[in-house]
C-alpha cells in the first residue's frame, strides 16, 4: 500500500434510516467482458457482446484492441444511471439492449497500450501483442509497475516472442510481435495472479503450436476464474483439456484453431453485487440483483453462501437473488483464495458483526489494485475497528465503529467497501469515490438508488 496524499473530494456516505428495500440492476461482469472482447478480437469471423460492462478496465480494453487494429463499433444508450420506477429500485450503465460489435483484423503495430490499473488488460493482451504484426508499448497507472506480470513475460518468451522489459518482469515494456508464434509447452508460477493463466490460454488457439500451461509453485488463487477462462474458449469453438475434466494437476492445454465470432450476453457483475447484498444484510432489510445466473463461473455466486454463514437468507428464483437480513450479522472464519476480489466487500461487514472473523487464503491481495490487507486494515481501525493482518488475511474483532475519512488508495473495492460501512456508520466520508469506475460505473446514484434517495443527493 502506497501512502495516498491525493485530495480527491471525499463523499458522505448516507446512513440508511431503515432497512434497505430494494431491488437493484447491476451492469456486466468485468471479467467475461474483458475475456468476451478477447476472444472476438481473436475469433475469424465478426462477434456480438450484449450488455457489457462499460467502464474503466473494459474501456482500456476495448481502447487496447482497436489500437492494434480490431474494429470495436458500440451501441451506448444515452444516460448513465437512472432511477428506477420507484422508491429503491435503480438500474446501471450497461442497460439492456446496449451491445458491442467486434470486427477482427489483422493485429498490428506500432501501437500504444495503456492498461491502467487493470490486471485483466495487462496481463491477457501481451499474448495478444505477440500475434500482432509490429511493436506494442504497454504503459499504465503507477500501481500496475508494481504488479507482477513476470509469469506472463516469462512464458511468453519461452514460447518464442521477443519483449523489452526495461524493470523486469514488469511494465512499461514492449513486446515486438512478429505476426505468429510458435507456443507449445510452458510452466509458470502463478501463485501471485490466476490472470497469468488465463492470459495464455485465451490466445492459445492462436499459437502455431498451441498452448499447455503447467502450474508450478504455491497455490493456484481465482479458480472460478480460469474456469470461466476454459468455459468461454469452449463456447468460442476450442478444444481445452481442463483438471477438472480428470486432466493432469494444474496444467490446461489449448488446441491450435480457428476461434468463432459468438453472440454473447454478458452476465451481470455478482463481485459489484456485493456491496447492494450487503446493505441488505447489515441493515436487516432486502435486496433483490435481477438475472442473477442459474449456472455461473464468476466467484461472486459464492456469497449465497457466504453471506447466509453470516446470518441472510438468500432465494435464487425467477426475480433473481434476493437476500434478506435480519439485522444481525455473524463472523466468519473463512477461506478466500478462490474468490479473493470478495475479501474487502466481507471485511466490510465482518467489521459490523457481533462475533469474531478469520479470513484467509487471501496473501496474494498484498499486490491488487492496492495492498488490500494492509489498506483494510488501517481503514477498519480508522473507523474505530480491530482488524489484524495475518500471512494469509485478516483477523476482524467486533468494535463499535466511529466516523472518519475512509481512504481508498485507487481501489475500487475499498471504495465500495467505505460506502457500506458508512450506511449504518455515522459520518463516513469515503474519499475518492469516483475509483469505483473502474469496474462499476456511477455507482453513488445506484447507491442512493437503493436508498429511494433522487440520484445525486448526496453524491
Ligand atoms: O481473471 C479475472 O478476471 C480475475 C482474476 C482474479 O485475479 P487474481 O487471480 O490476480 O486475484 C480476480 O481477483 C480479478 O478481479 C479478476
Ligand atoms: C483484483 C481486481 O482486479 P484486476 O482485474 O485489476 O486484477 C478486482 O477487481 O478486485
Not at 107 to 119: E, I, K, Q, R, Y
Not at 326 to 348: C, H, M, Q, Y
Request: charged share 20%.
Amino acid at each position: 500500500m502506497t501512502d495516498h496524499t491525493t485530495s480527491a473530494a471525499h463523499w458522505s456516505a448516507p446512513l440508511a434510516s431503515s432497512p434497505v428495500d430494494a431491488t437493484v440492476t447491476v451492469p456486466g461482469s468485468k471479467s467475461v467482458t474483458n475475456r468476451g472482447l478477447v476472444l472476438a478480437a481473436l475469433s475469424s469471423e465478426p462477434g456480438w457482446l450484449r450488455r457489457p460492462l462499460r467502464s474503466r478496465d473494459t474501456l482500456l480494453m476495448a481502447e487496447a484492441l482497436r489500437a492494434m487494429g480490431v474494429h470495436i463499433e458500440e451501441t451506448v444508450s444515452s444516460s448513465s444511471a437512472s432511477a428506477g420506477p420507484g422508491a429503491g429500485a435503480t438500474s446501471a450503465a450497461a442497460g439492456a439492449g446496449e451491445a458491442w460489435r467486434v470486427i477482427p483484423a489483422g493485429l498490428s503495430g506500432p501501437a500504444t497500450v495503456d492498461v491502467g490499473n487493470a490486471g485483466t488488460v495487462m496481463r491477457f493482451l501481451p499474448p495478444v501483442a505477440a500475434l500482432a504484426d509490429g511493436d506494442i508499448r504497454f504503459d499504465g497507472d503507477p500501481r500496475s509497475y508494481e504488479r507482477p506480470l513476470h509469469g506472463v513475460i516469462d512464458a511468453l518468451r519461452a514460447l518464442g516472442a521477443r519483449i523489452d522489459d526495461e524493470k523486469r518482469g514488469a511494465l512499461p515494456m514492449t513486446v515486438h510481435g512478429s505476426g505468429s508464434l510458435t507456443g507449445g509447452t510452458v510452466e509458470i508460477d502463478a501463485s501471485s495472479s490466476s490472470q497469468f493463466v488465463s492470459a495464455l490460454l485465451l490466445s492459445g488457439p492462436r499459437f502455431n503450436q498451441g498452448v499447455e500451461v503447467r502450474h508450478v509453485g504455491g497455490r493456484l488463487p481465482s479458480m472460478p476464474h480460469i474456469r470461466m477462462t476454459v468455459d468461454m474458449l469452449r463456447l468460442a469453438g476450442a478444444q481445452v483439456d481442463a483438471p477438472e475434466d480428470g486432466g493432469e494437476r494444474d496444467t490446461w492445454r489449448v488446441t491450435p484453431g480457428a476461434l468463432l465470432g459468438r453472440d454473447l450476453t454478458v452476465e451481470p457483475d455478482l463481485s459489484n453485487a456485493q456491496p447492494f447484498l450487503a446493505a441488505a444484510l447489515v441493515t436487516g432489510g432486502r435486496v433483490t440483483i435481477p438475472d442473477w445466473p442459474k449456472h455461473t463461473t464468476q466467484p461472486g455466486d459464492a456469497l449465497r453462501r457466504i453471506f447466509t454463514e453470516m446470518g441472510a437468507t438468500c432465494e435464487l428464483d425467477e426475480r433473481g437473488l434476493t437476500l434478506k437480513g435480519n439485522g444481525r450479522v455473524r463472523g466468519i472464519d473463512v477461506d478466500l483464495s478462490e474468490v479473493g476480489e470478495l475479501t474487502p466487500g466481507i471485511a466490510a461487514v465482518a467489521a459490523l458483526a457481533e462475533s469474531e472473523s478469520v479470513l484467509r487464503g487471501v496473501a496474494h491481495l498484498r499486490l491488487h489494485e492496492t495492498d488490500r490487507l494492509a489498506a483494510l486494515t488501517k481503514e477498519i481501525n480508522g473507523l474505530g475497528g480491530d482488524v489484524t493482518e495475518t500471512e494469509d488475511g485478516l483477523r476482524i474483532r467486533p468494535r463499535t465503529l466511529h466516523g472518519g475519512v475512509f481512504h481508498t488508495y485507487d481501489d475500487h473495492r475499498l471504495a465500495t467497501a467505505g460506502a457500506l460501512l458508512g450506511l449504518v456508520v455515522p459520518d463516513v466520508q469515503v474519499e475518492n469515490i469516483a475509483t469505483t469506475g473502474k469496474t462499476l460505473p456511477d455507482f453513488p446514484a445506484l447507491w442512493s438508488g437503493m436508498l429511494g434517495q433522487p440520484v445525486g443527493e448526496r453524491a
